[in-house]
């Protein structure tokens, strides 16, 4: 199975290296999020607040996450998903999504911070606790979105279905990330973070798990 992770993640790539445009795309749009962020609150007059910008940030990294990982399954025509269902497993396939979708997600993230620090400012005090909140977001839309994605793939309404089916996973990650950046951004110790660092772990841990165990039935549909 970890030959075929291997092989399908390199495959992610490769796809992703030839088709720049969808890269392109999501980068420009999160430049010019912050841009117009940067243009309409007024940040050039310094009055943009640390909750404010920990609020934009996360917004703008999750609309993001959600046009990256949209295309995982929805873009994959039947005729390669019947190829893939031949020569790989559904385990392998689905964790292979997960891990490139993370390391999408995660990119943008670290893009979006270094755009938000250069233009907004970084009010963020503990940079260590900021960075490993920020890959456990990374690494919870990423499951979420990449689970939902494949269920949406099998229906025709595929934009509406995976807000619907994503919005009751997505909210409680997005609360502990913005509440874990928040304790970053006043530097308070790791130990006030820890409960809610654990939260958003486990909350990763058992999506990735229910995804793990229900695609396989969701691929042979």
């Known amino acids: ?18 088709q720049k445009y969808a890269l392109n795309g999501i980068l420009l749009y999160v430049v010019s999020a912050v841009f117009i962020t940067y243009l309409s609150v007024g940040a050039r ?15 703008i990294i999750l609309f993001s996450a959600v046009n990256a990982v949209a295309k995982s399954f929805i873009q994959e025509h039947q005729g390669r998903q019947l190829y893939y269902y031949m020569i790989a497993s559904p385990e392998a ?27 907004l400012g970084n009010p963020v005090e503990d940079q260590g606790l900021f960075l490993l909140n920020l890959t456990l977001g990374a690494l919870g839309f990423s499951a979420c979105l990449t689970m939902v ?41 790791w130990t006030v973070s820890a409960d809610k660092l654990i939260t958003l772990f486990s909350i990763n841990a058992i999506v990735a798990v229910t995804a793990f165990i229900l695609f396989p039935y969701l691929w042979r549909s």
Do not use: C, H
Request: aromatic share 8%; no cysteine; net charge positive.
């Open 1 to 18: 199975m970890l030959k075929q992770i291997q092989t399908l993640v390199l495959k992610e790539l490769t796809l992703e290296w030839r």
């Open 93 to 119: 396939i689905i964790i292979s999504k997960i891990v490139y979708n993370a390391l999408l997600t995660l990119i943008l993230a670290l893009i979006g911070y270094l755009v938000f620090s250069i233009i």
């Open 45 to 59: 007059q310094g009055n943009i607040s640390a909750q404010t910008w920990n609020a934009l940030y996360w917004i």
């Open 149 to 189: 994605s494949g269920i949406a793939s099998k229906a025709s309404n595929n934009a509406t279905l995976m807000a619907i089916l994503s919005f009751p996973v997505i909210i409680p990650i997005l609360l502990m990330a913005i509440r874990v950046s928040k304790n970053a951004i006043d530097g308070l110790d």
